[in-house]
C-alpha cells in the first residue's frame, strides 16, 4: 500500500538523486509533486551529473501554488511554497530535512518525513538491501546528516557503524 501525496522539497531530492534512488518515490507514494520554486531550485546547476534525472522524474510533476505564499520570511523560498502546495493539495506527507522549516511545518500539522525516515520505510518494505553504503555516499557527496544519526540507524538495522570523518 502506498501512502498518497508527497510534497518534495530539494534537499531531499538531491540526496535521492545523488543516490540514484528518485524511483522511492514512486514505489512509496500514489503521487509526487513539486512547487515552482523547488523546481527552478533544482534545475539551477545543468552541469551537475544527476541533473538529466531529476528534470525528468520532475519536470511533468510541478505545481503552481494558487495562493499567496506568506511563509516567505521564516523559511526559504522552495520550503515556503512547498509547505503552502501541501495545504493547497491535502498532501499526506512533505519531504523535507530542513530542521528549521521542518519544526515550523510540523507546527502548521503538516505531516512530514525525511531522507533518512524515508529511507528506513524503503529498508523495512525491502526496496532497498543496505543503508550504510548510501550513507557514505552522503558524506562523500557533502550531505549534511549527522554521522551520529546515521550511526543510530545503521545499529537498527545491524549494520556497521559509519566512523566519524
Known sequence: MKNGLVI???GPIFSLAIINKLKLLNELFDEIKISKAVWEEITLDKSTEFYHNIEQFFKPRVSNIKGFNELTFVMDYGESESVVLYKELNADFLLIDDKKAREIAENFDIKCIGTLGLLA????KGLINELRPIFKTFLENNRYYSVKLLNKLLEKYNE???KQP
Open 8 to 10: 518534495a522539497d530539494a
Open 121 to 124: 520505510v524503503a529498508k523495512d
Open 160 to 162: 556497521l557503524k559509519i
